[in-house]
């Protein structure tokens, strides 16, 4: 764990407080050059400058559904990534990483239908989130912006060989720019527009009772 985070950084000058082993990847015909067999693992990160560095020549974001032609097995990689996020998002609290520690819950919205690839009513899925108790309401009122968080892939390409390595990220993009405060809309009558904060308890509670996250 503690290479995949010093690589990680080291690469691409992003730095995550944890990994998550995505399995063991051993085709013997994965590297046509000679038997390779890779360790797995992604990370989620919130927005961030991305640099190439030590190794690597270059580093850039790009989106999920427009990856650039990536060597080897990686695109296998990828998805394999991608199927474990929205798989664990259900049962861990995925979503809250990649967001600041107090956000709206637009902002949560959106983030769940970019990761799950889904399309969720407004009103329903802030009546389940509110009613499942993960959420505790932060002080003071909040300006309501909506992202658009594509789910980011992170490559860096090694300055020494053609050889590749591509880490599997998850960025939310940087939100819009809030208008001035003067400009604020009033809030209306039954309008959830507060920050909110993980529950980490109520979380934790959650998982030990076997409960599944469900929108």
């Known amino acids: 764990m503690e290479g995949a985070l010093r690589e990680l950084r080291e690469e691409t000058g992003?730095?995550?407080?944890?990994?998550?082993?995505?399995?063991?990847?051993?085709?013997?015909?994965?590297?046509?050059?000679?038997?390779?067999?890779?360790?797995?693992?992604?990370?989620?990160?919130?927005?961030?400058?991305?640099v190439g560095g030590d190794d690597a020549d270059e580093a850039a974001w790009f989106p999920?559904?427009?990856?650039?032609?990536?060597?080897?097995?990686?695109?296998?990689?990828?998805?394999?990534?991608?199927?474990?996020?929205?798989?664990?998002?259900?049962?861990?609290?995925?979503?809250?990483?990649?967001?600041?520690?107090?956000?709206?819950?637009?902002?949560?919205?959106?983030l769940y239908e970019i990761i799950l690839g889904v399309k969720f009513d407004?009103?329903?899925?802030?009546?389940?989130?509110?009613?499942?108790?993960?959420?505790?309401?932060?002080?003071?009122?909040?300006?309501?912006?909506?992202?658009?968080?594509?789910?980011?892939?992170?490559r860096a390409i090694e300055k020494t060989s053609m050889a590749e390595m591509d880490y599997c990220c998850a960025e939310p993009a940087m939100p819009a720019p809030m208008a001035p405060a003067e400009a604020k809309p009033k809030r209306r009558p039954g309008r959830v527009a507060s920050l909110f904060r993980l529950n980490k308890a109520k979380y934790e509670e959650m998982k030990e009772e076997g409960n599944k996250m469900e929108f």
């Open 14 to 50: 992003l730095a995550a407080s944890a990994v998550v082993e995505l399995g063991v990847f051993s085709d013997p015909n994965r590297d046509p050059r000679e038997r390779v067999i890779t360790i797995a693992f992604y990370a989620l990160v919130k927005p961030s400058e991305v």
């Open 122 to 154: 407004r009103r329903n899925f802030q009546r389940k989130i509110l009613s499942s108790g993960i959420l505790e309401e932060a002080d003071g009122p909040a300006e309501i912006a909506m992202p658009e968080p594509p789910v980011l892939f992170c």
């Open 64 to 110: 999920i559904d427009e990856l650039p032609q990536l060597a080897f097995d990686h695109a296998d990689i990828i998805n394999a990534a991608m199927e474990r996020i929205r798989r664990d998002i259900h049962f861990e609290p995925i979503g809250f990483d990649l967001l600041d520690d107090e956000f709206t819950i637009p902002d949560l919205q959106r």
